[in-house]
Protein backbone atom coordinates (compact mmCIF):
# COMPACT_ATOMS: atom_id res chain seq x y z
CA UNK A 1 0.00 0.00 0.00
CA UNK A 2 1.68 3.39 -1.08
CA UNK A 3 0.14 6.55 -0.39
CA UNK A 4 -1.88 7.37 -3.21
CA UNK A 5 -3.30 4.19 -2.12
CA UNK A 6 -3.79 5.68 1.22
CA UNK A 7 -5.83 8.72 0.22
CA UNK A 8 -7.92 6.88 -2.02
CA UNK A 9 -10.08 5.43 1.44
CA UNK A 10 -11.83 8.48 1.82
CA UNK A 11 -10.01 8.10 5.44
CA UNK A 12 -7.62 11.04 6.93
CA UNK A 13 -6.10 10.73 10.37
CA UNK A 14 -4.93 14.22 11.65
CA UNK A 15 -2.12 13.81 14.40
CA UNK A 16 0.89 11.97 15.04
CA UNK A 17 3.86 12.34 17.83
CA UNK A 18 1.56 11.79 21.00
CA UNK A 19 0.03 9.84 23.52
CA UNK A 20 -3.25 10.55 22.52
CA UNK A 21 -2.78 10.12 18.80
CA UNK A 22 -0.72 6.86 18.37
CA UNK A 23 -4.35 5.22 19.95
CA UNK A 24 -6.46 5.90 16.73
CA UNK A 25 -3.48 4.98 15.15
CA UNK A 26 -3.11 1.64 16.69
CA UNK A 27 -6.98 1.01 16.24
CA UNK A 28 -6.82 1.51 12.20
CA UNK A 29 -4.12 -0.79 11.99
CA UNK A 30 -5.59 -3.45 14.55
CA UNK A 31 -8.65 -3.29 12.19
CA UNK A 32 -6.74 -3.83 9.04
CA UNK A 33 -8.11 -0.44 7.44
CA UNK A 34 -5.88 2.16 5.35
CA UNK A 35 -5.61 5.87 5.75
CA UNK A 36 -4.27 9.22 4.82
CA UNK A 37 -2.23 10.72 7.58
CA UNK A 38 -1.90 14.67 8.06
CA UNK A 39 1.53 14.44 10.37
CA UNK A 40 0.12 18.33 12.35
CA UNK A 41 1.77 18.24 15.87
CA UNK A 42 0.49 20.00 18.87
CA UNK A 43 2.04 23.58 20.03
CA UNK A 44 3.34 24.14 16.63
CA UNK A 45 0.47 26.00 15.33
CA UNK A 46 -0.57 23.46 13.41
CA UNK A 47 -3.95 22.43 14.96
CA UNK A 48 -4.82 26.63 15.12
CA UNK A 49 -4.57 26.77 11.24
CA UNK A 50 -8.04 27.92 9.80
CA UNK A 51 -7.95 24.56 7.76
CA UNK A 52 -7.57 22.66 10.80
CA UNK A 53 -9.92 25.04 13.09
CA UNK A 54 -12.72 24.75 10.25
CA UNK A 55 -12.54 20.92 11.58
CA UNK A 56 -12.75 21.15 14.82
CA UNK A 57 -12.82 24.34 17.01
CA UNK A 58 -11.51 22.28 19.32
CA UNK A 59 -7.96 22.77 17.54
CA UNK A 60 -6.87 19.41 19.33
CA UNK A 61 -5.60 15.87 17.78
CA UNK A 62 -6.34 13.60 16.77
CA UNK A 63 -8.82 13.82 14.46
CA UNK A 64 -10.90 11.45 12.35
CA UNK A 65 -12.24 12.27 8.99
CA UNK A 66 -13.86 9.33 7.12
CA UNK A 67 -16.21 9.79 4.30
CA UNK A 68 -17.47 12.90 5.05
CA UNK A 69 -17.88 12.41 8.80
CA UNK A 70 -15.43 14.40 11.23
CA UNK A 71 -14.90 12.81 15.20
CA UNK A 72 -12.31 14.12 17.90
CA UNK A 73 -11.34 12.57 21.10
CA UNK A 74 -9.29 9.45 20.94
CA UNK A 75 -11.57 6.95 22.97
CA UNK A 76 -14.55 7.83 20.49
CA UNK A 77 -12.21 7.50 17.36
CA UNK A 78 -11.55 4.03 17.99
CA UNK A 79 -14.70 3.40 19.26
CA UNK A 80 -16.35 5.06 15.69
CA UNK A 81 -13.87 2.69 13.94
CA UNK A 82 -14.87 -0.43 16.07
CA UNK A 83 -18.56 -0.61 15.48
CA UNK A 84 -18.44 1.14 11.72
CA UNK A 85 -15.34 -1.53 10.54
CA UNK A 86 -14.68 -4.49 13.30
CA UNK A 87 -16.00 -8.18 12.69
CA UNK A 88 -16.09 -10.92 15.31
CA UNK A 89 -12.28 -11.18 15.12
CA UNK A 90 -11.36 -7.73 15.56
CA UNK A 91 -13.77 -6.07 17.65
CA UNK A 92 -12.52 -3.31 20.23
CA UNK A 93 -15.71 -2.85 21.15
CA UNK A 94 -18.09 -5.65 22.17
CA UNK A 95 -21.64 -5.27 20.61
CA UNK A 96 -22.88 -7.01 23.83
CA UNK A 97 -25.16 -4.78 26.21
CA UNK A 98 -23.24 -5.66 28.96
CA UNK A 99 -19.72 -6.32 27.77
CA UNK A 100 -19.99 -3.29 25.94
CA UNK A 101 -20.78 -1.73 29.06
CA UNK A 102 -17.34 -3.59 30.87
CA UNK A 103 -15.54 -2.33 28.10
CA UNK A 104 -16.80 1.52 27.90
CA UNK A 105 -16.53 2.02 31.95
CA UNK A 106 -12.73 0.92 31.47
CA UNK A 107 -12.50 3.47 29.15
CA UNK A 108 -13.76 6.36 30.15
CA UNK A 109 -11.83 5.32 33.61
CA UNK A 110 -8.68 5.63 31.91
CA UNK A 111 -9.75 8.46 30.11
CA UNK A 112 -10.60 10.96 32.85
CA UNK A 113 -8.42 9.35 35.81
CA UNK A 114 -5.60 8.19 34.35
CA UNK A 115 -5.46 10.67 31.36
CA UNK A 116 -7.19 13.50 32.22
CA UNK A 117 -6.71 14.27 36.16
CA UNK A 118 -3.38 12.63 36.36
CA UNK A 119 -0.77 12.67 33.28
CA UNK A 120 -2.14 15.61 31.70
CA UNK A 121 -2.28 17.44 34.97
CA UNK A 122 1.72 16.73 34.51
CA UNK A 123 2.38 17.84 31.42
CA UNK A 124 0.74 21.10 32.22
CA UNK A 125 2.75 22.06 35.11
CA UNK A 126 5.97 20.05 33.54
CA UNK A 127 6.65 20.39 30.08
CA UNK A 128 3.87 23.36 29.38
CA UNK A 129 4.80 24.86 32.70
CA UNK A 130 5.28 28.24 30.74
CA UNK A 131 1.55 28.42 29.74
CA UNK A 132 0.13 26.51 32.77
CA UNK A 133 2.76 27.37 35.23
CA UNK A 134 5.13 25.67 38.15
CA UNK A 135 3.36 23.54 40.50
CA UNK A 136 5.24 20.62 41.88
CA UNK A 137 2.66 19.97 44.46
CA UNK A 138 0.26 19.23 41.79
CA UNK A 139 2.45 17.29 40.12
CA UNK A 140 3.45 14.90 42.55
CA UNK A 141 -0.19 14.46 43.78
CA UNK A 142 -0.92 13.79 40.42
CA UNK A 143 1.53 11.03 40.47
CA UNK A 144 0.68 9.16 43.46
CA UNK A 145 -3.34 9.88 42.15
CA UNK A 146 -1.70 7.39 38.75
CA UNK A 147 -0.55 4.67 41.17
CA UNK A 148 -3.36 4.79 43.32
CA UNK A 149 -5.89 4.38 40.43
CA UNK A 150 -3.81 1.97 39.31
CA UNK A 151 -4.74 -0.41 42.21
CA UNK A 152 -7.76 -1.40 40.25
CA UNK A 153 -6.09 -2.14 37.10
CA UNK A 154 -3.03 -4.50 38.80
CA UNK A 155 -5.99 -6.12 40.78
CA UNK A 156 -7.72 -7.02 37.66
CA UNK A 157 -4.69 -8.59 36.16
CA UNK A 158 -3.06 -10.52 38.68
CA UNK A 159 -5.20 -13.45 37.82
CA UNK A 160 -2.73 -13.69 34.89
CA UNK A 161 -5.47 -12.34 32.08
CA UNK A 162 -3.55 -11.00 29.15
CA UNK A 163 -5.50 -8.09 28.09
CA UNK A 164 -7.44 -5.77 30.69
CA UNK A 165 -11.13 -6.93 29.99
CA UNK A 166 -9.80 -11.13 30.06
CA UNK A 167 -8.79 -12.71 27.03
CA UNK A 168 -9.83 -10.67 24.22
CA UNK A 169 -7.53 -7.59 23.31
CA UNK A 170 -9.95 -4.69 22.85
CA UNK A 171 -10.11 -0.04 22.92
CA UNK A 172 -9.20 -0.50 26.78
CA UNK A 173 -5.81 -1.88 26.17
CA UNK A 174 -5.35 0.64 23.75
CA UNK A 175 -5.96 3.43 25.88
CA UNK A 176 -4.00 1.94 29.04
CA UNK A 177 -1.14 0.91 26.91
CA UNK A 178 -0.63 4.44 25.80
CA UNK A 179 -0.96 5.50 29.66
CA UNK A 180 1.30 3.63 30.89
CA UNK A 181 4.12 4.21 28.39
CA UNK A 182 3.27 7.56 29.16
CA UNK A 183 3.79 7.21 32.59
CA UNK A 184 6.79 5.24 32.13
CA UNK A 185 8.24 8.84 29.75
CA UNK A 186 6.94 10.71 32.88
CA UNK A 187 9.55 8.53 35.36
CA UNK A 188 6.27 7.95 37.44
CA UNK A 189 6.22 4.32 39.37
CA UNK A 190 4.76 1.66 37.34
CA UNK A 191 4.58 -1.99 38.60
CA UNK A 192 6.25 -5.40 37.06
CA UNK A 193 2.68 -6.60 36.54
CA UNK A 194 1.68 -3.55 34.28
CA UNK A 195 4.94 -3.12 32.99
CA UNK A 196 4.82 -7.23 31.49
CA UNK A 197 1.31 -6.72 30.21
CA UNK A 198 2.02 -3.01 28.14
CA UNK A 199 5.13 -5.25 26.92
CA UNK A 200 2.71 -7.69 25.30
CA UNK A 201 0.70 -4.97 24.25
CA UNK A 202 3.22 -2.65 22.46
CA UNK A 203 4.78 -6.44 20.89
CA UNK A 204 1.23 -6.70 18.66
CA UNK A 205 2.08 -5.91 15.06
CA UNK A 206 -0.99 -3.19 14.42
CA UNK A 207 1.05 -1.29 17.32
CA UNK A 208 4.20 -1.09 15.89
CA UNK A 209 3.05 -0.34 12.47
CA UNK A 210 1.09 2.47 14.24
CA UNK A 211 3.90 3.85 16.06
CA UNK A 212 5.59 4.13 13.01
CA UNK A 213 2.81 5.85 11.48
CA UNK A 214 2.63 8.00 14.73
CA UNK A 215 6.62 9.26 14.61
CA UNK A 216 6.43 13.05 13.46
CA UNK A 217 8.24 13.63 9.74
CA UNK A 218 11.52 15.59 10.74
CA UNK A 219 11.58 18.88 8.39
CA UNK A 220 14.57 19.14 6.42
N1 LIG B 1 -9.20 14.15 25.24
C1 LIG B 1 -8.54 14.40 24.00
C2 LIG B 1 -7.25 15.15 24.25
C3 LIG B 1 -6.68 15.72 22.98
C4 LIG B 1 -5.52 16.64 23.27
O1 LIG B 1 -5.44 17.32 24.30
N2 LIG B 1 -4.58 16.68 22.33
C5 LIG B 1 -3.42 17.53 22.48
C6 LIG B 1 -2.17 16.79 22.06
S1 LIG B 1 -1.97 15.27 22.92
C7 LIG B 1 -3.55 18.72 21.52
O2 LIG B 1 -4.06 18.56 20.44
N3 LIG B 1 -3.13 19.90 21.88
C8 LIG B 1 -3.21 20.96 20.91
C9 LIG B 1 -2.31 22.02 21.22
O3 LIG B 1 -2.20 22.20 22.42
O4 LIG B 1 -1.75 22.65 20.31
C10 LIG B 1 -8.28 13.07 23.27
O5 LIG B 1 -8.09 12.05 23.95
O6 LIG B 1 -8.30 13.03 22.03
Not at 93 to 112: G, H, N
Amino acid sequence: MNESDDARTGRILWGVGTSRTIRPHWALHELGLTYEVKPILPRTGETLTEEYTALTARQKIPLLQDQGMVITESAAIIAYLSDAYANDQNRLVPTDARQRASCLEWCFFIISELDATSLYVMRRHRDLSEIYGEAPTANQAAADYFQKQMRTVERALSDGRPFILGDRFGAADILLSSCLTWAVRYQVPVSDLALAYNRTLTARDAYQKAEQRNTPVRKA
